[in-house]
């Protein structure tokens, strides 16, 4: 035998890093601290010597019964294209969008073994299934509107179904696609009730901002933080009772497997707990205690407003998304003042809205967020407007979103970040949950998405944005 690292490892200091998914009961073992021998015993590993020429320790013992470290003949390569990937026999996942994608002796991934487990699991901040009604306010609530098909599935939801007085709030980016102008619009026409407001922020702030996220990330996508620092003093202000957000099911558990959230955290008591032990202290300051949701949005807008100032803090879980984000938005300072006094203020005196999320399988009719039945609703009840790649059912309203899913590819595949392509993940439960048909969700990603060696052709609108004058990340 002759001992090799297995792919997509990486020691890094004392640490072996999988970059990848893998099976369970390993799912989130993706770091592994190795005593200093062991270490060394691993970075000396050059595929050329035979195995009776080390000496073995106990650790690298583990790492050889787990296949971690495994003879040279056995070494696994990653596909070139999506048509030479590995797919789930059950869902969209491969090994090419998702590089190190492990697969069990049935063909099943990770994510369709733990669907089960995990299928509680709606969203780390209170979930309802209707917002009750605030008759003393002039609103019942408020959503962050792009056009797309999620948040206008949302928005019907709210003001059609449940009748609400809804304040629907938009940030008009540079990247808003000209069928979600046009959703825009016409939701305006069929939606009376609705009051629609639109902000944008200044251009040399914006400018200053998607340089840093360029530069940290390789790509400008940073929705919907700016929409945060636009909005969040006005909502305080107008004493809006709820924000909701209503993501599409599957983003909300992609942060489960990119280890962004913690799986107990999506317990209904976990949250109830942790907004305890916040409040307990802030009584004890003399505070006024935060209601269920209005913790959630504190500590989002606490994150952008102040985040990029301790980035470098440990932390159990690490969002490097919100972090890049922070570390973005803080390239505007003049922009963000306003924010940061308004969050200071929520601070004090807890006047502000609870942060809400609405499933969209809770809603749905047969329990599941179905794409096609959502798209062809909103087509006829609110004049919504689809794609020209109408077989796109994620992301619909950015006209960069396949620059984004190329960079976090590129990177991904490079061990550059260990997070994982987000739509990757998200087509893969999407799939696997029935709110598309896996064959649908294989063709988005080989027709529509930005899973493929070459850049994508909407690179230079991105880059246009930054003037031009970043060289191109190859």
Known sequence: MIPVLQSRWRLEGQTLVYYGLRQPPHLFHRRIWLDRRTAALVASLDGKRDISQYIRTPGFQKLLREGIVTDRSLLRTSPS??????????????DYA????????????????????????????????????SPDRRYDAAVF????????????????????????????????????????AYAREALPEVDFLVERAPTPSLNAIYRKAYALQKNVCICPSVAYVLFFQRLCQWDVPYLVLGNEPSQCRN???????????????????????????RVFTLRRPFAPGQMELYMTVRQLAFGGESSGKKRIYHNELVENTASALAQAPDFLAPFRQAVREAARSARLPALIHIDFDDISEGGVYDWAGVKELLSREIGWVDAPDSGKGLHTSCKIERCKEWSQLFRFRNMETCMLPFSSIELSLASAAGSVSRDRAIEELKRYSGFSSDLPPEWSIMLA?????????M
Not at 83 to 91: K, L, P, T
Not at 465 to 473: G, Q, S, T
Request: proline share 6%.
């Open 145 to 184: 509107y792009t056009g797309g098909k999620d948040s206008s599935y949302l928005l019907y939801q709210l003001a059609r179904v449940q009748k609400l007085r809804v304040l629907s709030l938009t940030w008009e980016t540079p990247f808003i696609s000209d069928w979600a102008r046009e959703s825009i």
């Open 255 to 281: 942060l489960i497997y990119n280890q962004m959230a913690p799986a107990f955290y999506y317990h209904p008591l976990a949250q109830s707990a942790a907004r305890l032990a916040v409040n307990t202290c």
């Open 81 to 94: 294209s999506l048509e030479d990937a590995a797919y789930c026999v059950r869902c969209a996942a491969n």
């Open 98 to 133: 998702i590089p190190g994608l492990e697969l069990d002796s049935h063909g099943l991934c990770p994510m369709c073994r733990t669907e089960e487990k995990y299928r509680y699991a709606k969203n780390v901040m209170p979930v309802l299934r209707t917002i009750p009604r």
């Open 465 to 473: 944005e930054l003037e031009k004058d970043i060289p191109k990340y």
